[in-house]
């Protein structure tokens, strides 16, 4: 599930959030989010619930380095009407990846292989994974693939934006 295009103003409000600490970006950004989710609930576009939403983990250097997790900020804004549980602590690295905007799209993936551990069973949950921008699909990827070798049954990706 994308809500938008990464396109100008929103190409703008990500960078600010993600680049310049600017966190009262992220409400505006899960309310695009939200939106998106509420138009896929249409009973032909029906998907299983979530009940468990985690938000893509960045690595101990990167996390320093910014001091946040843009991905978390933006899922601690989703409103609460959904029934599901927000876990930061169920996705982690396992190491740190040099930025995928930095390397060209054939190389993604490998700079992310298995980059991801799952803390604990999901045996047969609904599990989204939330993160801001989507340009190859490499780490929401290689995320879902942890989730699914830990049991879970369903794996949706939100994303805010992604590369046209």
Known sequence: MVALDYAFPWDQCLQALKFRARLEMAPLLAQSLEAALSRAQAPRLALPAATLVLPIPLSAQRLRERGFNQSLEITRHLPGRRQYRVCARTLV????????????????????????????????QHVAIVDDVMTSGATLFEAAAALHRAGAATVQAWVVARTP
């Not at 993936?109 to 298995?114: G, I, K, P, T, V």
């Open 93 to 124: 690295r396992t190491r740190h990846t040099q930025r995928q905007s930095e390397l060209p799209l054939a190389e993604r993936l490998a700079n992310l292989r298995r980059a991801f551990a799952v803390t604990r069973p999901l045996d047969g």
